[in-house]
């Protein structure tokens, strides 16, 4: 018989040892792009707050506004008595912003591929995933009866590869990141959606890292291909990331909306947003269109940091995005480095195998539209200093 507490105390071993056990640093201060970390004022790095929205006044007065008016909770599932107005105002908006027909909001990001992929696939269908796509997709994938297979990272040779050894006559789904999250690479969604449409297979794009950021006001990567008027290509994405709030969401056809109503299970059987979310989101989507220039802040600022990051002679991987590696090689060197970046007021995680391949450790940078160029620059004062220390830049 096993006890509690050896099955709790083995694994907790089992992850020190092999390098894995975390504990989560803690916030001492709001989620902004200066915060406070184990006591200290630092410049913050680490955080997915792509448009600074997390604690944005106009986000914040829309949701006191909703709770004095709706309350603070849904009250129930949303198929009992859980759906309020506001939550399919939210849909038409959303819908209507990433020019699809439809959308469907879910508790969350990874709920939403949980129950999108569990909805879509069955028995007999085909799944081709990139090797780089999000652990959501993943567990998503558990839960469908599907073939499942994986490509090579955006190798094209190798998606056709995959979909002509394994004919069908169910449904071919191709699934990917729109942007990779440990990479900051964008997908080459023009060429995965040639290649899926030559094999009849539809694209499944899921835009966490995409949307905010990429396309005619933060639409997101569908939208920057111009797929977004194509039935036969499904985004889904995150509210909680470059949105500030929590959230995720799926955009498609009116019928798919409908489907996911009837057998999504997160969405079945899992509480709406309490009001406080749906107002905050409702504003967040309105001020990305209304100011566009937090969107050219972004990615200004994601340009200097890219830029001068490599004129000190550091590795940014593949970036093409706000999300910026920068490689130190073993995990030991970039916890190493994360540590003494935060000793200099810098907040950036390191991020090791089996996060990122063995040899890649990196830290793992976020510039947001809410950095100052001054934030900026002691950021890059700080990694001159400490890439040097650790031999990683010359100097
Ligand atoms: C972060 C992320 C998610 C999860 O989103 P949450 O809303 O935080 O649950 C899903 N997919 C990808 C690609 C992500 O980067």
Not at 45 to 69: I, Q, W
Not at 192 to 207: E, F, L, S
């Given at each position: 018989m096993t006890s509690l507490t050896s099955r709790i105390g083995a694994e907790l071993d089992r992850l020190r040892s092999s390098g894995l056990h975390i504990s989560p640093r803690v916030l001492e201060a709001p989620q902004r792009a200066r915060t406070r970390v184990a006591g200290r004022d630092v410049v913050n790095?680490?955080?997915?707050?792509y448009l600074g929205f997390s604690d944005h006044p106009f986000l914040k007065e829309r949701a006191e506004a909703f709770v004095r008016t709706w309350g603070v909770g849904a009250g129930a599932v949303r198929t009992i008595a859980?759906?309020?107005s506001i939550h399919e105002e939210l849909e038409e908006k959303l819908a209507a912003f990433k020019g699809t027909g439809s959308a469907l909001v879910f508790g969350s990001g990874f709920t939403t591929n949980q129950g999108v992929l569990g909805s879509l696939l069955q028995e007999g269908d085909l799944v081709v995933s990139d090797e780089l796509n999000h652990a959501s997709i993943i567990d998503g994938l558990r839960l469908a009866k599907a073939t499942k297979k994986v490509f090579k990272h955006k190798d094209m040779q190798d998606l056709e590869r995959v979909l002509a050894e394994h004919p069908t006559d169910g449904l071919k789904l191709v699934v990917t990141d729109?942007?990779?999250?440990?990479?900051?690479d964008i997908a080459p969604l023009d060429e995965i959606v040639a290649v899926a449409r030559r094999h009849g297979a539809v694209t499944y794009v899921d835009d966490a890292h995409g949307s905010g950021v990429l396309g005619e006001a933060g639409r997101g990567t569908v939208h920057h291909f111009g797929?977004?008027?194509?039935?036969?290509v499904i985004q889904i994405g995150t509210l909680?990331?470059?949105?500030?709030v929590v959230g995720g969401y799926a955009a498609g056809t009116h019928d798919l909306r409908d489907l996911l109503i009837n057998k999504a299970r997160p969405f079945l059987f899992s509480t709406g947003h309490p009001p406080a979310v749906v107002g905050a989101l409702l504003a967040a989507i309105e001020l990305v269109q209304r100011e566009p220039q937090i969107m050219e802040r972004l990615w200004e600022n994601t340009r200097y940091f890219k830029a001068e990051l490599r004129r000190l002679g550091f590795d940014t991987f593949g970036?093409?995005?706000?999300?910026t590696p920068v490689i130190f090689g073993e995990a030991a060197a970039a916890f190493a480095a994360s540590r003494m970046l935060l000793e200099r007021g810098v907040f950036a995680v390191g991020i090791g195998f089996p996060t990122v391949p063995k040899g890649l450790a990196r830290i793992r940078n976020i510039v947001t539209a809410d950095h100052t160029r001054d934030d900026l620059d002691l950021a890059l004062a700080a990694y001159e200093f400490v890439g040097r220390e650790l031999g990683v830049v010359a100097g």
């Amino acid at each position: 018989m096993t006890s509690l507490t050896s099955r709790i105390g083995a694994e907790l071993d089992r992850l020190r040892s092999s390098g894995l056990h975390i504990s989560p640093r803690v916030l001492e201060a709001p989620q902004r792009a200066r915060t406070r970390v184990a006591g200290r004022d630092v410049v913050n790095l680490a955080s997915n707050n792509y448009l600074g929205f997390s604690d944005h006044p106009f986000l914040k007065e829309r949701a006191e506004a909703f709770v004095r008016t709706w309350g603070v909770g849904a009250g129930a599932v949303r198929t009992i008595a859980g759906t309020l107005s506001i939550h399919e105002e939210l849909e038409e908006k959303l819908a209507a912003f990433k020019g699809t027909g439809s959308a469907l909001v879910f508790g969350s990001g990874f709920t939403t591929n949980q129950g999108v992929l569990g909805s879509l696939l069955q028995e007999g269908d085909l799944v081709v995933s990139d090797e780089l796509n999000h652990a959501s997709i993943i567990d998503g994938l558990r839960l469908a009866k599907a073939t499942k297979k994986v490509f090579k990272h955006k190798d094209m040779q190798d998606l056709e590869r995959v979909l002509a050894e394994h004919p069908t006559d169910g449904l071919k789904l191709v699934v990917t990141d729109g942007v990779f999250s440990m990479d900051g690479d964008i997908a080459p969604l023009d060429e995965i959606v040639a290649v899926a449409r030559r094999h009849g297979a539809v694209t499944y794009v899921d835009d966490a890292h995409g949307s905010g950021v990429l396309g005619e006001a933060g639409r997101g990567t569908v939208h920057h291909f111009g797929f977004e008027h194509d039935d036969d290509v499904i985004q889904i994405g995150t509210l909680s990331k470059a949105w500030g709030v929590v959230g995720g969401y799926a955009a498609g056809t009116h019928d798919l909306r409908d489907l996911l109503i009837n057998k999504a299970r997160p969405f079945l059987f899992s509480t709406g947003h309490p009001p406080a979310v749906v107002g905050a989101l409702l504003a967040a989507i309105e001020l990305v269109q209304r100011e566009p220039q937090i969107m050219e802040r972004l990615w200004e600022n994601t340009r200097y940091f890219k830029a001068e990051l490599r004129r000190l002679g550091f590795d940014t991987f593949g970036s093409q995005t706000p999300i910026t590696p920068v490689i130190f090689g073993e995990a030991a060197a970039a916890f190493a480095a994360s540590r003494m970046l935060l000793e200099r007021g810098v907040f950036a995680v390191g991020i090791g195998f089996p996060t990122v391949p063995k040899g890649l450790a990196r830290i793992r940078n976020i510039v947001t539209a809410d950095h100052t160029r001054d934030d900026l620059d002691l950021a890059l004062a700080a990694y001159e200093f400490v890439g040097r220390e650790l031999g990683v830049v010359a100097g």
